[in-house]
């Protein structure tokens, strides 16, 4: 990955201030890294040892626009370990305080999904990114591709788990779904709000619609009509509303009893992670392993009348 010029410096000086305070915490993790037993493993030993388990269950590494490394040097001696939804910079402050200089992330650390273009290059908080990572001896690096190859998909088995529903999860069917006992659509979006811990829900449709099939799916309306075409009810993760939202009204103006619930990316596929964590652990028994949320980005006020 390019390398920002190192004697550049932020330009906006109260973010500058903010980062170099962040950047001050991690002292510490650097000298224990420093300190830590001959030969550790590095990160990147990490991963060849990663890829050899995916391989023997049979998801053979292959070209990703995704995966790799994304941010810090890869031949880093690993101390710890975090698993994560997304790298986010709590995320990676938090990886430091609990001695983890190796970020294992689902998302990309630089929010569009690759490693930043020219013109994120110069932003301020990619910088601040970057700057972390390499002065406080870190690496992230990204799995999106290969986790979700792996059978049963961790991502929404996780998600099943986290739900309370997965002895109700088919996961052989195409889409794959969840036969729940008949509750109404507002049961499901209540069910879902507590069970993820957030009131960061939304619903379209009906909510007395009587439900008994709920089928997952991803965050686009192709994925989402196949859905729509034999289950009462689309489990969706930040699928765009100008698309799903508006089919869904045309469709009910059309008397067709359907119905979306919709939670965000990372309500979506933050449990497949926390599966990921546990996955790791015998891989590297003498290295720390954790599972650290990235957490809802959003906040629902409440209402006071």
Same mark, same amino acid.
């Given at each position: 990955?390019?390398?920002?010029?190192?004697?550049?410096?932020?330009?906006?000086?109260?973010?500058?201030?903010?980062?170099?305070?962040?950047?001050?915490?991690?002292?510490?993790?650097?000298?224990?890294?420093?300190?830590?037993?001959?030969?550790?493993?590095?990160?990147?030993?990490?991963?060849?040892?990663?890829?050899?388990?995916?391989?023997?269950?049979?998801?053979?590494?292959?070209?990703?626009?995704?995966?790799?490394?994304?941010?810090?040097?890869?031949?880093?001696?690993?101390?710890?370990?975090?698993?994560?939804?997304?790298?986010?910079?709590?995320?990676?402050?938090?990886?430091?305080?609990?001695?983890?200089?190796?970020?294992?992330?689902?998302?990309? *650390? $630089?929010?569009?999904?690759? +490693?930043?273009?020219?013109?994120? #290059? =110069?932003?301020? /908080?990619?910088?601040?990114?970057?700057?972390?990572?390499?002065?406080?001896?870190?690496?992230?690096?990204?799995?999106?591709?290969?986790?979700?190859?792996?059978?049963?998909?961790?991502?929404?088995?996780?998600?099943?788990?986290?739900?309370?529903?997965?002895?109700?999860?088919?996961?052989?069917?195409?889409?794959?779904?969840?036969?729940?006992?008949?509750?109404?659509?507002?049961?499901?979006?209540?069910?879902?709000?507590?069970?993820?811990?957030?009131?960061?829900?939304?619903?379209?449709?009906?909510?007395?619609?009587?439900?008994?099939?709920?089928?997952?799916?991803?965050?686009?309306?192709?994925?989402?009509?196949?859905?729509?075409?034999?289950?009462?009810?689309?489990?969706?993760?930040?699928?765009?509303?100008?698309? *799903? $939202?508006?089919?869904?009204? +045309?469709?009910?103006?059309?008397? #067709? =009893?359907?119905? /979306?619930?919709?939670?965000?990316?990372?309500?979506?596929?933050?449990?497949?992670?926390?599966?990921?964590?546990?996955?790791?652990?015998?891989?590297?028994?003498?290295?720390?392993?954790?599972?650290?949320?990235?957490?809802?980005?959003?906040?629902?006020?409440?209402?006071?009348?």
């Amino acid at each position: 990955m390019d390398r920002i010029d190192r004697d550049k410096s932020i330009s906006r000086r109260g973010f500058a201030q903010w980062a170099g305070t962040a950047l001050a915490a991690g002292t510490a993790l650097a000298g224990s890294a420093a300190a830590a037993p001959a030969d550790p493993l590095t990160a990147a030993q990490i991963v060849d040892l990663i890829k050899a388990k995916l391989a023997a269950e049979g998801v053979v590494w292959g070209p990703s626009n995704f995966d790799g490394f994304h941010l810090g040097d890869p031949n880093v001696p690993v101390i710890g370990v975090a698993t994560t939804f997304q790298s986010t910079f709590q995320v990676l402050q938090r990886s430091l305080a609990a001695r983890k200089n190796f970020v294992i992330s689902h998302e990309s *650390t $630089f929010w569009d999904g690759f +490693d930043p273009v020219e013109v994120m #290059m =110069k932003d301020p /908080v990619c910088q601040a990114k970057i700057r972390f990572a390499e002065q406080n001896r870190m690496a992230v690096w990204r799995i999106h591709d290969h986790w979700h190859r792996r059978k049963p998909d961790p991502i929404f088995v996780g998600l099943a788990r986290k739900l309370g529903w997965a002895e109700y999860y088919q996961l052989d069917t195409r889409p794959r779904r969840y036969e729940i006992p008949e509750m109404s659509l507002q049961e499901v979006a209540r069910n879902v709000q507590r069970k993820l811990g957030t009131q960061n829900v939304v619903v379209v449709g009906d909510r007395n619609l009587r439900v008994k099939t709920i089928g997952d799916c991803a965050h686009i309306l192709s994925s989402v009509l196949p859905v729509l075409g034999t289950c009462d009810v689309a489990l969706v993760g930040e699928t765009p509303q100008h698309d *799903t $939202f508006e089919y869904l009204r +045309d469709a009910m103006s059309l008397g #067709m =009893k359907k119905g /979306v619930v919709m939670i965000s990316h990372e309500g979506l596929e933050e449990w497949g992670m926390q599966a990921c964590a546990d996955w790791l652990k015998p891989l590297i028994p003498g290295i720390p392993v954790e599972w650290i949320a990235a957490g809802d980005p959003f906040q629902v006020p409440t209402i006071r009348v």
